[in-house]
């Protein structure tokens, strides 16, 4: 839906461009493209920030189904680490070899 409105918002930039300004083609042309590349590089962002966060939600889940996930060569298991969930990280649970020790669950694969 945020598409959809980003989309409106530049149709009108550049029908204000054309209707009510007295730039010239060339420099209409230049403030299009920044525009678009603007636009382009957010979304590429947007997509890029979405995917890291499913990566680490995806790792999350494994870790709550039982299974054994690496994070940074470390295997992160529920026998050994304990999950917080405000901040999305794995910390040693006491008496193991991983006391105390914090991995981001970003870092998972």
Do not use: W
Request: charge should be positive; charged fraction near 15%.
């Amino acid at each position: 839906m945020a598409y959809i409105y980003g989309l409106i918002i530049f149709t009108l930039l550049f029908l204000t461009l054309h209707y009510f300004t007295e730039l010239n083609r060339s420099q209409k042309l230049i403030i299009g493209a920044v525009l678009v590349t603007v636009i382009l590089g957010a979304i590429a962002y947007n997509k890029y920030n979405q995917a890291q966060r499913d990566k680490m939600l995806n790792a999350i889940v494994k870790y709550k189904q039982g299974k054994t996930i690496t994070c940074n060569g470390v295997e992160v298991n529920a026998t050994t680490y304990s999950l917080s969930i405000g901040t999305h990280t794995f910390i040693g649970k006491k008496n193991t070899p991983h006391y105390a020790e914090m991995i981001s669950a970003s870092t998972c694969e």
